[in-house]
């Protein structure tokens, strides 16, 4: 019915480039890595005290998605610490959390959210997400709208039913995924209305 996926996003910073890896995708996919140009995101003087401080962030920054329950896949927060390891994840976010929706007991998708560091221009927090959709997506995304908000949505991912939608709402970078465009959608907007 539903393809398991557990996405998983890690910036590797090279130069100014950025290689964003999406490890973990929709089951018995593999792994890819897209490239792309990026604006400086933080200072590289980043401390190995700050390289350190990424963090699991709770469930609670998660919004309220009922009916839909949140699920923590096996390994999520493991997957998620190894991420933070990188200096490059380290020196743009200070932590994530990665969970799967669940409805009867049944999976129906999934929610990653990052949360910038500080130092990390404003201006610059929105050219991360199609570089984050297209990651997890390995297809380009399209820029639309939902209830007002700028959103990049990338249908197909990798070669699946499944659709991804990615946002950033003050502080963070939300990426949602679920079977079809349609349900991607009413998810991500749901999302969105809980999180205002």
Known sequence: MHARTTPRAVLVATGAALLLAA?????????AVATASAP????SSASPTA????????????????????????????SMVAQG?????????????SREFSYRGTSVGGVELYRFRAD??????????????QSF?????????????????????????????????????????AQGVPAAQQIAQQYLAQSR
């Open 40 to 43: 400086a995101a933080a200072s």
């Open 23 to 31: 490890c973990g995708t929709p089951s018995g996919t593999p792994t």
């Open 51 to 78: 390289a350190s401080s990424f963090a699991v962030l709770p469930e609670s920054v998660l919004a309220d998605m009922s009916p839909l329950l949140y699920t923590t896949p096996s390994g999520a927060d493991a």
């Open 85 to 97: 390891a990188n200096p490059a994840v380290s020196s743009v976010f200070d932590g994530g959390i």
């Open 120 to 133: 990390v221009a404003a201006d610059a927090r929105a050219k991360f997400v199609p570089l984050m959709v």
């Open 137 to 177: 997506a390995q297809v380009t995304p399209t820029a639309t709208t939902l209830g007002g908000t700028p959103v990049q949505v990338a249908d197909g991912a990798r070669g699946t039913t499944v659709t991804a939608v990615g946002w950033t709402k003050g502080d963070d970078v939300v990426l949602v995924w």
